[in-house]
């Protein structure tokens, strides 16, 4: 079917789209003079009004789809010629898509044109940094996160741990609020969404799998653990990214001497907000009970001998290709703080991991209703 536009609509675009190059540009001009701001809060807020205007020029007109596009188009080449580079029409969808995807967050409905650039920008500046603490960047990233928990999960982790725009695409990449979120109850995956990623006691560190892409060995390679744990070495600050908040790195092959007998931790951390050590074996074989009594034993030694008063209970994590649940809490006691994390070599199938997560959370309202 082939779509034919108007004459009078056509007419409406090149009378009516001046009015809204000229609220345009006076944002963009009085953004542009404003100095007292960081230039990343002046350009994400004045994206975000420009977003509204357009929205609200079509809206009003009852615009079309390709009428739309036209509107954009027309509007990128006003806005190009008049101040160059940075206004092309895929930029003024972004524009408008951030607005749509962020309109309820702020309310205020202000007459931008006419008023000074300090004025505007100044104006409730402590309130607007509440709203948008990111950059530009950071914002064309989560706005294509569909899911608005997970966008909410993500935007608050980046404010507080000061992601970089290549660590925020990694992280949302990798399915981060997914794999957190299938080891939590339902109460712990809402506070997600609402606080970001907590670690009160020591099963908030842990996910499952573990994402290791970054390492750059081969899924189906044979490797030793030397080599994983080599490429670890090679690559902490993205192991570090991993593992999540509050992990410093202390020793790799720590050895300690128990009994004239000499054992080596395959990696030492430490969490600065559970206060406690977090030890950390290899395993590239099929995870044993032997394995888990090792591990039990490691953590003991550090319990007795190494951790002060002040300090926590030690954490073990055996990272392994595939664990088995059942095996841990037939070999550990319940109060123990050794646990088994899967570890994998590649992004993580995205729509099977959401799948997993809208199925559990389903199973578990049912299971509570029931």
């Known amino acids: 079917m082939k779509y034919s536009i108007k004459v009078n609509e056509v007419t409406k675009t090149s009378d009516n789209i001046e009015d809204l190059l000229d609220k345009v540009s006076g944002l963009i001009e009085q953004a542009r003079t404003y100095v007292k701001t960081s230039v990343n809060t002046a350009e994400v807020y004045t994206k975000y009004y420009i977003g509204k205007y357009i929205v609200e020029y079509e809206q009003e007109g009852n615009v079309r789809a390709q009428y739309g596009k036209q509107v954009l188009q027309e509007l990128s080449k006003n806005l190009t010629a008049r101040f160059g580079m940075g206004w092309s029409y895929p930029n003024l969808k972004n524009i408008k ?145 991993e593992l999540g908040k509050g992990f410093l790195f202390e020793a790799r092959q720590k050895r300690f001497t128990f009994d004239e007998d000499n054992y080596y931790v395959d990696l030492v951390f430490y969490n600065r907000l559970l206060q406690c050590y977090v030890l950390i074996d290899l395993k590239t074989d099929k995870l044993s009970h032997q394995d888990l009594g090792q591990m039990q034993m490691y953590v003991n030694y550090y319990d007795r001998y190494v951790k002060q008063d002040f300090e926590k209970p030690t954490i073990g994590i055996l990272l392994c290709e595939s664990k088995n649940d059942a095996l841990v809490e037939l070999t550990l006691p319940k109060d123990s703080h050794v646990y088994a994390s899967a570890y994998q070599l590649y992004l993580p199938d995205k729509a099977l991991l959401q799948a997993k997560v809208k199925e559990w959370i389903a199973e578990f309202e049912e299971n509570n209703i029931g």
């Not at 925020?168 to 970001?196: F, T």
Request: hydrophobic share 35%; aromatic share 10%; charged share 25%.
């Open 97 to 241: 898509q951030f607005y749509l995807t962020y309109k309820k967050r702020l309310n205020t409905d202000i007459s931008v044109v006419g008023k000074k650039a300090n004025q505007w920008l100044a104006n409730s500046e402590s309130s607007r940094c509440q709203c948008f603490k990111l950059s530009w960047s950071h914002y064309l990233i989560l706005m294509r996160v569909e899911n608005s928990d997970a966008r909410s999960f993500y935007e608050i982790e980046c404010v507080q741990q000061q992601w970089s725009k290549r660590q925020l695409q990694r992280q949302v990449g990798s399915c981060l609020y997914e794999r957190l979120a299938l080891s939590r109850d339902k109460d712990e995956v809402m506070r997600l969404a609402k606080e970001g990623q907590t670690v009160e006691k020591p099963s908030d560190v842990i996910k499952s799998p573990l994402t290791l892409e970054f390492l750059g060995l081969k899924p189906d390679a044979a490797y030793s653990e030397s080599k994983l744990e080599n490429a670890i070495i090679s690559k902490m600050q993205q192991f570090l990214l």
